[in-house]
């Protein structure tokens, strides 16, 4: 038997403790699975004294993530601490730079600096493994690193915040405005008092740059995706997407478009039928196009303590029989400097709901105005009925329209030329389509 | 550059050149990926002068797969032959034998002698990888094997069969017969002259062998599976499923019992809202029941020559960048024995469908027998109406129950002895319920 692989691990709240758990009560499996005992030698964390209900004792405590990042007796350091800031940034360096491998589940880290930090790890010839970092359980990097290798993807795209995917599910569900189901997710523990990072579509923008990486060999970045959260989306956009047989999901999509890799994040309508529309409530997904074969949809729990562990011990589990991949699966050298989507040439369909002044005149100018920028509509409604008494605004009635696939300059120019008209009240409410 | 992965590649059907035109296409990304580039220098095949479409001017042509298995400028066996005999059998063993990494897509030999090759592959420190054996191109050995490593798995299940799914679909959707949606799976290339193998579960079983022993540590066993098809199904069933909130599918589930790890092959009724019950047509999809976490499923394409290519060039990949692991996740003198699933124990909820005799005292006879075994109903519909004409029989009236949990013995005997009350015609129609 090989001698055991030693973890240094540093953090240990909901995370860190169901890694040390799991590790004791899957000991043995994982020593027949990997050749070699795994043993947590090292632990550090904020408090020493908190309860945490795992058994430390045979573990030494040291005073800070720095002191453990360099400790001569860990292989390897786990780093559970989270934030894109210190201490787990340097952290992660110096124990890179010591030649320490690195399991992270830190997707803000790997976000910013995962470029960087995969360059000190391909020097160092250590893994930088961070499974958890995307889509919680779901063996995501994996799949898109090793399992997909030779395939030429064409899109990748997912739910990838199952805190927006919970408020999406309840608004549909019960009917619920935005704000309403906020609340609830809040008092379940599934949206943070400030919920702006998930609701807004930055967490998932963290995760999508790394999904684009892996795939189609982008430098992680997010400054180059496109994001727009949920906060818009109204019941009526629901209902409407019900009827018109789509759901409203908040997707990270990253695609080769003519002009290079797209990669963007906003509400999104897709097909009913769609193995991404069945993914209800916090659970997460992630579809993989690739050439020539049918959609690869990979579907579980995007959070929680047990779940995010999994992915680590796994990741670390790829380190102690001695597996090594590239961090974005291929070398730092050859991955491509991303680019910022420009939206205005992303070309699909769109979801268009507008509340037009009930007045003869106003279909006919909207019509107009999409006919001028060559926008054709699949469908079209425009009705009284059915407008719920809470949505019914004085002299108005709603027009929820489908477009053809066109580009968003055209439909952007097409609705500022119909608000100039004055035939609408308020703002369109535009969502993007994506088919599968 | 370190130098190039050599292949030799037995069988150019349309899966072998699938992988050898793949291998071509992807080459720079594979290069990328690997570290190193993948060059396929020998092939062999049933008939050389037929027409393939693939450039195979650089590669040696070898008599017999038994002359590849040994060539010695080959590194990896690629065996696209197919089927439990030779010539596939021998020349995977020879290779191995030989020193070769062998990379196969062939389920019945894995299922067969998987674990005596195992063997062989380990005692000379090469790779046995099967990642399309199963489930076409989703990757799910590579998650059972490595990306789950780490978690106490309680059950694996799965639509392994995308025949039967077809027929499925098509009698739940079209209201046909089941000889009729074979007829349509055979007009259309989903199913073989002579179905037998994939309708009644054999298949199935195979590849269910195999989820098994990567997932449980036993060793991959055909003989251990219950095998039962979806021949048997009406559309009565599947009409019943759909008023009950379930769907029927041909599931192959391996789970963790009281006494010991029970696998079987049957058609199954799992509730309307899980996600195997979305999975439509041809499309296969695994889930995985982890402890403590939400279940994790994986769908896509199970079948066609890139979809296999696909999971063929992925582990090549893993080869090519120098990762082994054991072909079932652990070494072979760990891997414990199966044993068949003694399905009279097993235990579970049940879908009946009876044609009772329509007279009186009919349903308390039944509701008797039931009542004596000890199981009890969660529902039961016995009607008149919404029998089709052509399902109608005279003087008889579909009783449909769904019961708790209960034992598969106390089932059979309370249906023998309503058998024996002679209050109902024909047999009985018995379905399993797999809850998620």
Redesign the interface.
């Known amino acids: 038997m090989a001698a055991p692989l030693k973890l240094g691990l540093a953090g240990l709240g909901t995370v860190g403790a169901s890694v040390v758990r799991?590790?004791a009560?899957?000991r043995a499996?994982?020593t027949?699975?990997?050749?070699r005992p795994i043993e947590v030698v090292a632990v550090t964390a904020r408090s020493r004294n908190k309860k945490r209900d795992v058994n430390l004792r045979k573990m030494r405590w040291l005073r800070d993530p720095m002191a453990l990042a360099i400790d001569p007796e860990i292989d390897v350091f786990v780093e559970l601490i989270g934030g894109e800031g210190d201490p787990a940034s340097t952290a992660v360096e110096v124990a890179l730079r010591a030649g320490k491998s690195v399991v992270t589940a830190n997707k803000a880290l790997i976000a910013k600096r995962g470029v960087e930090l995969a360059a000190i790890a391909e020097k160092q010839g250590v893994s930088l493994n961070f499974?958890a970092a995307v889509a919680g359980?779901?063996?995501i990097v994996?799949?898109l690193r090793?399992?997909?290798?030779?395939?030429?993807v064409a899109r990748v795209y997912g739910i990838l915040n199952g805190t927006c995917n919970y408020i999406l599910t309840r608004m549909e569900e019960a009917g619920l405005p935005f704000a309403d189901a906020l609340k609830e997710a809040q008092a379940l523990g599934y949206a943070e008092a400030d919920p702006t990072f998930d609701v807004e579509g930055y967490d998932t923008a963290q995760k999508l740059a790394i999904l684009a990486s892996l795939t189609f060999?982008t430098k992680a970045s997010v400054a180059s995706v496109y994001v727009e959260g949920i906060s818009s989306i109204a019941p009526a956009d629901l209902a409407a997407a019900e009827e018109l047989g789509y759901r409203v999901k908040l997707l990270g999509v990253a695609v080769k478009t003519e002009t290079g890799i797209e990669q963007r994040v906003h509400p999104t309508m897709v097909p009913r039928s769609s193995?991404i529309a069945?993914?209800m409530g916090v659970?997460n997904a992630v579809t993989i196009d690739?050439?020539?074969?049918?959609?690869?949809?990979?579907?579980?729990?995007g959070a929680?303590g047990?779940?995010t562990?999994?992915?680590v011990?796994?990741d670390?589990?790829?380190i102690a029989?001695g597996?090594?991949?590239?961090p974005f699966?291929?070398?730092v050298g050859?991955l491509t400097a991303s680019k910022k989507a420009p939206m205005q040439r992303h070309e699909g369909g769109y979801y268009i709901r507008l509340d037009a002044r009930d007045r003869p005149g106003t279909a006919a100018t909207i019509a107009t105005r999409l006919a001028e920028q060559q926008i054709s509509l699949e469908s079209i409604v425009q009705r009284h009925r059915d407008v719920a008494p809470a949505e019914r605004k004085a002299g108005s009635v709603p027009v929820i329209m489908i477009t053809y696939a066109t580009s968003e300059d055209a439909v952007r120019k097409a609705l500022a030329a119909v608000r100039a008209d004055r035939v609408i009240s308020g703002k369109p409410q535009v969502v993007r389509i994506e088919k599968n």
Chains 1, 2 share one sequence.
Do not use: F, M, W, Y
């Open positions: 799991l590790l009560e899957q499996l994982l027949q699975r990997c050749g499974e359980a779901i063996p994996k799949a090793e399992g997909l290798s030779g395939n030429s060999g193995a069945q993914v659970t690739a050439h020539g074969i049918a959609p690869i949809t990979l579907v579980g729990p929680g047990l779940a562990a999994s992915s011990i796994a670390i589990a790829d029989r597996a090594r991949v590239a699966g291929r070398p050859q």
